[in-house]
């Protein structure tokens, strides 16, 4: 029986699981030691490096996603999942780290009426895109579409019976 079509109960990926959920253990605990640890504020350098970094690396997503979805790649549908991430983490820390005054009002409206408005439309667009890909699938290999939900279709790299 090859990786395609073994059973789930001998899934080759639940070590990553397992390990997916100790990493998240570990981060927990790591969290309550941060709250306790880390002082209201701290002077960081290389500050312009970090943000600039972090935008270039968010302008490459959305970059590569655009052009995936012009050119009808399924790439578009990680590179929406990666470009929403982004595009919540950046406005959590613009409107975090922003000063009080003008600057923390443009952070917030920056958030509420651009990035994530932008990133719910990206992963609407994912779920969607992730759905009917499925059910193209099944429809051109014949089989009935028992659910599109993605908490119950199975990963099809783990299982390719039924």
């Not at 959920?21 to 312009?48: C, F, K, M, Q």
């Not at 600039?52 to 578009?76: I, N």
């Not at 005054?101 to 779920?127: M, T, Y």
């Not at 193209?136 to 279709?153: H, P």
Request: glycine share 4%; hydrophobic share 50%; charged share 15%.
């Amino acid at each position: 029986m090859n990786s395609v079509t073994r059973s789930p109960s001998s899934n080759p990926f639940k070590i990553h699981s397992l390990l997916l959920v100790l990493a998240a253990l570990v981060l927990i605990g790591w969290i309550v030691y941060l709250l306790e640890a880390l002082p209201d504020s701290y002077r960081a350098t290389h500050w312009n490096v970090a943000w600039v970094g972090y935008d270039f690396a968010m302008t490459a997503t959305l970059l590569t996603t655009s052009w995936a979805l012009w050119k009808q790649r399924q790439v578009a549908i990680p590179g929406a999942m990666v470009s929403a991430t982004f595009l919540i983490i950046d406005s959590w820390f613009d409107v975090l780290t922003s000063n009080p005054g003008w600057d923390q009002k443009v952070a917030i409206a920056s958030a509420l009426f651009i990035e994530l408005p932008a990133a719910f439309l990206l992963f609407r667009f994912s779920r969607i895109a992730v759905r009917k890909s499925i059910e193209n699938a099944r429809k051109k290999a014949g089989k009935e579409i028992i659910s599109t939900s993605l908490w119950k279709t199975p990963l099809m790299i783990f299982n390719n019976e039924e």
